[in-house]
């Protein structure tokens, strides 16, 4: 293992956990900006949901863009524009002026997703073995603490621009510095005829169960999201604080349960996981719909977090084993599907809790997150032209860094 795939690891590592930060600050503040601009509640879902429009446009854009420039260069400069981007929404006065910053960090978002998770998965066939857990366990620790950040800065009643500056002064020149050892893995050797993905080409039809298990993936945890507190207050009769717990336990234990995740892909296999990621977020949904107060609710939403956690970065890494000669663009391909899945969850579950109950509708995500073991079979790894079904590390993955290493 040489220095140059150590500090690659490192650096991009850094990039997850500065994304976290920053998405965590924007989305537990949109009260104190929608109180900030005078963003009316009809009108909020429109600013809402143009973000994640806006960076499956840059995803889409990223999958061409990398053609000729490398995903290196594309993550050092998005990572920041998204931290300016969300300076900018703390920063500014007018309505126009956050409609900028939002459009400014949706295209952005995409872009670097996008080229997070292609070095990501480059990486790990660069090493040999599992690793793109980790990199999504230090976007959950960014998160965490994104969100530690946004309730001092309520708690405190600090103006949205001062919560965000020293965030941003602080995050944005480590991650220039740190984007110096990023390494672009060279594309794997094409498979022969009638093995993996067919050379260098992403044929949608064998992509499609994959963007099926992130949408739905997205949709569960957007559901954990955006409803639990909701639900633990209004279904579940706890207080307003109790209320705030679940999210935060959701958080920790994905955490969690990505930190110590590769380690199983490594013993049991990805597919394994997978079915087991499955079928725990399941009965984590089972027992939230099912349960007779707050403490029992919150057992569920800690198994949501246990079980949820495995599938993005596993479905990202599958992608790359089944087109390995053209993992960049099925990448981005696929990470517009994480867009789909934030898009239609909450909506969703939002309109059968009016119509129905909200106990009924979380069975709704536990009924779509089990159509995931049906494709369990997707994350098998794929044969390469050399023999055998594992991973392995090729002399053309090890890499270049980013500045010339």
């Not at 099926?212 to 999201?225: E, H, K, N, P, W």
Request: proline residues 5%.
């Amino acid at each position: 293992m040489t220095d140059v795939l150590r500090r690659g690891r490192a650096s991009l590592a850094f990039s997850f956990f500065a994304q976290g930060v920053a998405f965590a600050l924007l989305v537990t503040r949109i009260p104190a900006v929608q109180d900030r601009y005078g963003v009316s509640d009809a009108l909020l879902p429109a600013f809402l949901a143009a973000v994640p429009v806006l960076a499956g446009v840059g995803s889409v854009t990223t999958e061409r863009l990398v053609r000729r420039i490398p995903p290196s260069r594309l993550l050092r400069w998005s990572q920041p524009v998204v931290l300016l981007a969300l300076l900018g929404v703390g920063a500014g006065g007018g309505m126009w002026e956050l409609a900028v910053a939002l459009a400014a960090f949706g295209l952005a978002v995409g872009a670097l997703d996008a080229s997070m998770n292609m070095l990501g998965v480059s990486l790990q066939r660069s090493y040999g073995r599992s690793i793109m857990l980790s990199f999504h366990a230090v976007y959950s620790l960014g998160g965490i603490v994104g969100a530690s950040l946004a309730w001092a800065g309520a708690h405190w009643q600090l103006a949205l621009w001062v919560s965000y500056l020293p965030v941003v002064a602080v995050l944005l020149p480590a991650a220039l510095v740190g984007s110096r050892w990023y390494v672009d893995g060279e594309t794997a050797p094409a498979p022969q005829v009638g093995e993996g993905g067919g050379g260098g080409v992403v044929v949608f039809r064998m992509l499609l169960p994959l963007c099926l298990v992130m949408t739905f993936a997205y949709i569960g945890d957007s559901t954990v999201s955006n409803w639990s507190a909701k639900y633990l207050q209004d279904v579940l009769g706890s207080s307003e604080q109790l209320a705030t717990v679940p999210y935060n336990v959701y958080m920790v234990t994905t955490l969690l349960g990505r930190a110590i995740g590769d380690f199983g892909v490594r013993r049991f296999g990805a597919a394994a996981v997978v079915r087991a990621g499955a079928v725990v977020a399941a009965v984590g949904f089972a027992v939230v719909a099912g349960a007779p107060g707050a403490w029992v609710g919150m057992l569920g939403f800690t198994l949501l977090g246990l079980g949820l956690c495995v599938l993005v970065p596993q479905t990202f890494a599958a992608a790359g084993r089944l087109f390995p000669g053209a993992s960049d663009a099925a990448v981005a391909r696929l990470n517009v599907f994480n867009y789909v899945g934030f898009l239609v969850g909450s909506p969703l579950v939002g309109a059968l809790g009016d119509t129905w109950s909200y106990r009924g509708a979380m069975l709704v995500p536990m009924a779509l997150v089990l159509v995931t073991l049906v494709y369990a079979r997707s994350f098998v790894a794929q044969p390469d032209r050399y023999g055998g079904g594992h991973e392995r590390p090729r002399t053309a993955d090890v890499g270049r860094g980013s500045n010339g290493l």
